[in-house]
């Protein structure tokens, strides 16, 4: 079901769409009786860290002063990833390309197979690969350690509003099809990254851990490790002060590389991927 609202915005009224389906929720579909159920309740107790790329610790100051940490690995931070004039490029010819309405108040741009992840079922499809404009910042990828063979066959390009209540859920991503690389590019506005654990960590069993890592505007992350496979991963909609673009590229599992059983399927997607030709699904 689309839902549509008109909400203010700079003097002017705007007719913005609504993609929720099931449990997700938006500023506009919110105000619908029947998504009541669906808003937020008490909370467990939350224990909340920041993630210091520096010691590559999470760390929080105690009421006594006191300052509690534990080592928090599989995160990569490269600031300023991209340059003022590289950003408005790319925010420039995104938007030529059409923003399609998605859940939690987003919209998106895909670039990538056609998935079908229960059935665990990939198909070519109308996949033509991914945009000629990052065809550097892949290049550029390249240049740190950590992705030195990263080789991305899929892009999902997505718009957060405040004005919408844009966010994204806790969640960890596909391992089935995805690799062990998850790589971001943050646009337009800082924001933080939330890392989540709902059992607890050490002594803190009784509740969410909570670590927010900063993304300032014009950096890439690299979740990899741990903070890709065990710990969950949001975008809090207290978190999007202003329009925010995101570009997220992933990797193969082996399931689909050199000596995997879907080697052949594996070697399709990313001959069409790298020739870096695609137009948004």
């Known amino acids: 079901m689309m839902h549509k609202c008109n909400l203010m915005a700079t003097g002017e009224m705007q007719n913005i769409n609504c993609g929720c389906k099931g449990i997700r929720t938006c500023l506009i579909c919110e105000a619908e009786e029947s998504k009541q159920h669906l808003l937020p ?24 002063g006191t300052q ?12 300023n990833f991209v340059s003022e ?3 408005n490029e790319l925010i420039a010819r995104m938007d030529q390309d059409v923003w399609r309405e998605s859940q939690s108040g987003r919209r998106k ?14 198909h070519v499809g109308n996949f033509t690969g991914l945009p000629a404009i990052s065809r550097q910042l892949v290049d550029r990828m390249s ?26 859920d806790p969640h960890l991503d596909d391992s089935w099809l995805w ?23 050490g002594d803190m069993d009784d509740g969410e851990v909570r670590v927010a890592v ?48 879907q080697e052949k399927l594996g070697s399709e997607l990313l001959d069409i991927a790298l ?5 948004p699904l």
Not at 68 to 79: C, H, K, N, R, T
């Open 179 to 201: 690799g062990e690389h998850l790589v971001t590019i943050n646009l337009l506005s800082n924001t933080v990254l939330t890392m989540s654990l709902d059992q607890g960590w």
């Open 41 to 64: 309740k008490n909370e467990l107790i939350l224990y909340d860290f920041t993630y210091d790329p520096v010691s590559k610790s999470a760390v929080r100051e105690e009421e006594s």
């Open 68 to 79: 509690q940490s534990f080592a928090f690995p599989g995160i990569f931070l490269w600031e």
């Open 109 to 122: 741009q895909d670039f990538g197979p056609k998935v079908n992840f229960k059935k665990h079922r990939v």
């Open 214 to 261: 900063h993304l300032p505007r014009r950096s890439l992350v690299v979740l990899y490790g741990e903070a890709r496979h065990r710990w969950k991963h949001a975008i809090h909609r207290k978190d999007i002060q202003g329009r925010r673009v995101c570009s997220t590229f992933r990797e193969l599992s082996e399931e689909f590389l050199q000596g995997g059983e």
């Open 275 to 279: 020739s870096f030709k695609g137009i």
């Open 143 to 168: 240049k740190a350690p950590q992705l030195a063979s990263f080789k991305p066959v899929e892009q999902c390009n997505l718009d957060y509003d405040p004005l919408r209540g844009s966010a994204i």
């Open 85 to 87: 004039y590289e950003e």
